[in-house]
């Protein structure tokens, strides 16, 4: 197996006015949140974004690990749909002391490029800063924060800045180099 440098870069809003709102994309974009936890869903949205980008650690997640995830207090997914068609998910999850993570965020392959992106991590990123309201007993949102890699897609860092995000940390390491679980040969994009 082939190891390959992979660089992980850590950004953050400090402030809810950090947030630079993208516009809302042309057509009938709707953004709702999945409120009863599905794991099969969860899995669906994981693989579907993920597998052309090499999103693989939660593959091998056993269906009582992603019922556990999802019934933590404050982890909410938000999933964008284009005319009633799924398109992509923000996943949000409170840590301590007033810190909510954007752990996964992305687009299934055929709905990149068309300004859904930015509009869903807008959105994303403003239901994670009032977080506390939906969720009693969590702390008020002082922080969100993220990160993206170099395997993730072209666009992301840019759309991560655009939308107020600052870089915090930087890593590089030697990560193995495995197969992309999807999407399927002949799939969007050829």
């Known amino acids: 197996m082939t190891n390959i440098p992979v660089t992980t870069w ?9 947030l630079l709102p993208a516009d809302a994309p042309d057509g009938d974009v709707r953004i709702v949140r999945a409120e009863v936890p599905s794991p099969e869903f969860s899995r669906f949205l994981y693989a579907s974004v993920g597998g052309d980008i090499q999103w693989v650690d939660r593959l ?6 992603w019922r556990e995830h999802l019934e933590r207090p404050g982890v909410e997914t938000w999933v964008a749909h284009d005319r009633g068609t799924p398109a992509g998910y923000v996943e949000l999850a409170p840590q301590d002391d007033g ?21 869903l991590l807008s959105y994303g ?3 994670a800063w009032d977080l506390a309201g939906r969720w009693p007993g969590l702390p008020q949102t002082k922080r969100v924060w993220l990160h993206t890699c170099s395997r993730d897609g072209e666009h992301a860092m840019a759309n991560y800045q655009r939308r107020g995000f600052r870089l915090f940390d930087t890593e590089v390491k030697e990560e193995a180099e495995v197969a992309t679980p999807g ?6 994009p050829a």
């Open 125 to 127: 990123t403003a239901r």
């Open 99 to 119: 810190v909510v993570e954007i752990e996964y965020f992305g687009l299934i392959p055929a709905f990149r490029g068309r300004r859904i992106g930015g509009h």
């Open 10 to 18: 850590s950004l953050e809003q400090t402030d809810p006015s950090d």
């Open 183 to 188: 999407p399927w040969p002949g799939a969007y």
């Open 60 to 65: 091998g997640w056993t269906y009582a690990r």
